[in-house]
């Protein structure tokens, strides 16, 4: 049985924003987020790896006749570990809804904030507790910079449970400054805007992402950002964050410092904030869909 069975007029192009099983007789598109579980099978778990070899997700990308990449990156690594023709992939980056994800500070923030006694100054790191995440580093670094003199905001790490995360919490105990390292777990969606706007810097050191929205949610919200130099990383942020490499702990903690210098912190943070708002602009879910509205009618005629 074929999803084609179930409608009684077939479509000329079948659309699928992600991977999964696929058994059609028609031609698809297919958005493909990233390669990582292809790259590093070591960052997913036994039963996410058996998921993806059952979908076999670079098959569905070499049958597709449209691959979108959501980065330039991801594109790259079609083209280069996939080798799906350069002809058949569209770039289609991701967006953020401005009208949310704004840096001008909002009636409900601090009632926001209050919920999770946020109030006060503190540095950020929003993503799921896994592997891939490398928090682990940013509370490393995080200690570093507390035992050499740095400001004594708390760490907040914020996002959903994945898998390892025994490792994490073990590093979080070991810590000199434990009881400063708040971990959240997941919180609501309109939570977050106002969280990203109160924080002084945004970490994101993770070692492999096909777009990192997380970055640039943080660079709407106008708060300075630490990330990666890898994948796709860099061409979100370009010059609007500090770009460090994820296996040196001490390129984050050396990264903080130089947001928060006594005589250019300031300036580097404004410098930074300017620029992140200026570039996240660039991105917008309006793009997304008129990119792929274009690709799809170029590709039926």
Known sequence: ITLDSFLPRKPDLWLFPNHNIIKTRLPYALTVHDVSFSLYPDFFTRKDRLLHALSNTQLLAEQAALVFAVSESTAHDLETHWHIPRERLTVTPLGVDHERFLSREQPSDRTFRAAYDLNRPYFLSLATKEPRKNLESVIEGYDAYRVRGGKPYPLVL????????RSLEKTRKASLFTEDIRVLGYIPEKHKPAIYRGAQAFLFPSFYEGFGLPVLEAMACGVPVITSFTSSLPEITKDAGVLIDPFNVEDITEALFSLFDREKGEETRKTLSKK?????????????????LSAVRNLIG
Request: net charge positive; no cysteine.
């Open 158 to 165: 914020v996002g959903s449970s994945g898998w390892k995360t």
């Open 276 to 292: 992140g708002l200026a570039y996240a602009k660039a991105f917008s879910w309006e793009k997304t869909g008129m990119k792929t």
